[in-house]
């Protein structure tokens, strides 16, 4: 049967997650599971080197190095402690990428346009996860600095299960969380996993029947239907499609929050059924 290709961004994920996405993350599992297990006290180091090998493999030397860059900057403009001026230089950083000289260079690194998107994506996040390092250093006083360092701040921005679409975890609570040491347990881990991995099947079998039977983006494309059909109609494909944009983030953000889980951290909560709000205001946060 075939599916509504319309949704871009459903496609594209399952596509980059089946071949090497699913493979990275399974491997941070690996690498933190062991750290955990061996030497919890540089576990954030373990995870980090891991984060930048991935973001390497993926996206390239040139593409590993603009990430870099842009911590690199930030952190940089951190150290004059303004907020005004962090808030600035997150939105240079980012405007840089639509500058179409810009763009068109960084094009010419990769074979395919994914390629170039997946770099695009993971730089606009890295961004936010830079602004939050930025701001908190601004916030803090100087007896908090010590624990605002580079290597730290590279270790939140190379974290691999948030690394390329979030979701967004602000630096406070990435680093309280990550220096607490708890008693480490394989058995119990392993249940969370296996208890995880059946939810998340189930929701993704569940967004693809709603894709492959609904086609509520194709839909949407084409004017004839659309004109064709009742207020009553309407109503109800509208609601098709924010109930699957919903299913489709428990989907994306399931499997990192299943990770965070995993390696000791509290996770950002997954997004409330839409059913359920009157006001949009916490599917956009």
């Known amino acids: 049967m075939l599916q509504d290709p319309m949704d871009f961004e459903w496609s594209y994920w399952i596509e980059w997650g089946r071949e090497r996405i699913l493979w990275l993350l399974a491997g941070h599992l690996l690498v933190s599971q062991v750290s955990r297990l061996l030497v919890e006290k540089y576990k954030p180091w373990c995870l980090m080197v891991y984060g930048m090998a991935a973001c390497w493999l993926l996206l390239g030397f040139k593409g590993f190095a603009v990430?870099?860059?842009?911590?690199?900057?930030?952190?940089?403009?951190?150290?004059?402690?303004?907020?005004?001026?962090?808030?600035?230089?997150?939105?240079?950083?980012?405007?840089?990428?639509?500058?179409?000289?810009?763009?068109?260079?960084?094009?010419?690194?990769?074979?395919?346009?994914?390629?170039?998107?997946?770099?695009?994506?993971?730089?606009?996040?890295?961004?936010?996860?830079?602004?939050?390092?930025?701001?908190?250093?601004?916030?803090?006083?100087?007896?908090?600095k010590t624990s605002h360092s580079f290597l730290w701040m590279l270790a939140y921005v190379f974290y691999?299960?948030?690394?390329?679409?979030?979701p967004l975890m602000n630096f406070d609570e990435f680093s309280k969380q990550m220096r607490r040491q708890e008693a480490f347990s394989l058995k119990t881990n392993l249940g969370i996993l296996i208890v995880g991995i059946i939810r998340i099947f189930f929701w993704w079998c569940l967004a693809e029947l709603m894709i492959h039977l609904m086609y509520i983006y194709a839909l949407y494309s084409s004017a004839p239907p659309l004109e064709a059909a009742s207020y009553w109609a309407l109503g109800g494909l509208a609601l098709a499609q924010v109930l699957f944009f919903?299913?489709?983030?428990?989907?994306?953000?399931?499997?990192?929050?299943?990770?965070?889980?995993?390696?000791?951290?509290?996770?950002?909560?997954?997004?409330?059924?839409?059913?359920?709000?009157?006001?949009?205001?916490?599917?956009?946060?």
């Not at 500058?99 to 993971?122: G, H």
């Not at 691999?160 to 979030?166: L, V």
């Open 67 to 144: 990430i870099l860059l842009h911590a690199a900057i930030s952190f940089a403009v951190a150290q004059f402690q303004l907020s005004l001026l962090t808030w600035l230089c997150s939105l240079i950083l980012l405007s840089t990428l639509h500058i179409p000289a810009v763009e068109e260079a960084k094009r010419k690194w990769y074979d395919t346009e994914n390629e170039y998107y997946l770099l695009l994506f993971t730089v606009s996040v890295r961004c936010l996860f830079c602004t939050s390092f930025s701001l908190e250093y601004c916030w803090h006083g100087p007896a908090q």
């Open 160 to 166: 691999y299960p948030m690394f390329h679409n979030g």
């Open 246 to 285: 919903y299913v489709k983030y428990l989907v994306l953000y399931g499997v990192p929050a299943l990770l965070l889980q995993m390696d000791g951290l509290k996770p950002p909560a997954l997004p409330c059924c839409v059913s359920l709000m009157h006001s949009f205001t916490k599917m956009w946060r």
